[in-house]
């Protein structure tokens, strides 16, 4: 039987409006619903050399699929600019993406051109990378001594064969913790391994991973397979609470839970009640945290994006390339965070009778996840 073909719906952006009288930021900025704006992922490409099927599923992204020229892409510039601005108005953290970040050359420059940027309280930023490991052998050090400070790698088995299913590319377990612990030793921490649960493809590995990273100096945390973009087919079905992965591991190995690092956590932890390490759980899915959230993302051609989950763009770059001054770009940013009501997850919880549907949303592989 042939692979069914989807295709993807174009990507709508809209240009900023500038507002009319600028104001300085003050680091304070919030939201419709309160919430700051503290986290900025940057998408630096929108390749990946995996075929991920819950990200980037071969039938979709395949040799006929055009992707962005690079004149399109952002320079580092012009990231390192916006960067700033985000800054200003109250980021603390910063985290590169994909794609596959590591496949966009010379990445180590923007990450020391991002390193001594400094959050209003003169701190400095939390500078962190997500990769699938498949260059992080060779490139760990270069990164470490850039001024990058930790990586998150993703992980979805430790079977091989299983592993391999899901990247769909033959890539081998062996060679992510190679670069695993290529990270480790470069001073590159704390590491944390994500692991997409897909019911009935992957999560067999569930207990399997919780040992392995048991009594190591990583973090594993287990994240529920969510509706993002039009390309993964996503089911409910598929998905496999949190709740469920807490109780098949605590059955094992006996769990408590911990507090939250800071107010936003993505992730709730848990901890081994023999202290021989710590997991955690994204709920995007059945425990809906937009009430807290305070990420924004920028895709790898400047659009600002509010939600994950978004259908639609803000354009950050024609604004940069038509001339505007650090105050218009300030404005705008300011004026689209303030507008910000976004509660996607939270929706689609309470209103289980909602059609289980990703049509018109954006890709993660556009934004990063």
Known sequence: MAEKIIMLAPQRHATPAIPAQAESPTGLLADQRGRPLRDLRIS??????????????????????????HKALLSFEEITRLTQIFVAH???????????????????????MLAPLKTVSGQPLDLTLTTNASLLARKAQA??????????????ALDNTTFRRMNDVDFNVSDVLQ????????????????????AGMNDQEILPMA????????????????????????????VVPSAEIVRRIHAELPLE?????YSGETATRWRYRDGSGEIGLISSVTQAFCGDC??????????LYTCLFASSGHDLRSLLRAGHSDADLSAALGQLWRARGDRY?????????????????????????
């Open 143 to 156: 990164l470490k001594d850039a001024g990058l400070q930790r990586i998150t790698v993703s992980l979805d």
């Open 294 to 303: 305070t990420r924004a993302r920028l895709s790898t051609e400047g659009q």
């Open 257 to 261: 839970t911990l507090e939250a690092n």
């Open 44 to 69: 630096v490409t929108d390749r990946c050399n995996f075929r991920c099927v819950y990200c980037m599923p071969k039938a979709v992204f395949n040799s006929d699929y055009q992707y962005l020229p």
């Open 179 to 198: 670069g695993i612990d290529a990270a480790h030793r470069a001073g590159l921490g704390p590491i944390k391994i994500n692991m997409v649960v897909k």
């Open 90 to 112: 109250g980021v603390e953290k910063i985290r590169l993406t994909g794609g596959e970040p590591l496949l966009r050359k010379d990445l180590e420059k923007l990450i020391a």
């Open 211 to 238: 040992r392995y990273f048991r009594n190591t100096p990583f973090i594993l945390r287990f994240i529920e397979y969510m509706d993002v973009g039009a390309s993964n087919g996503w089911k409910m079905d598929e």
């Open 345 to 369: 997850s939270e929706l689609r919880t309470q209103h289980t009778d909602l059609p289980r549907t990703s049509a018109g949303k954006v890709e993660m592989s556009y934004i990063g996840g």
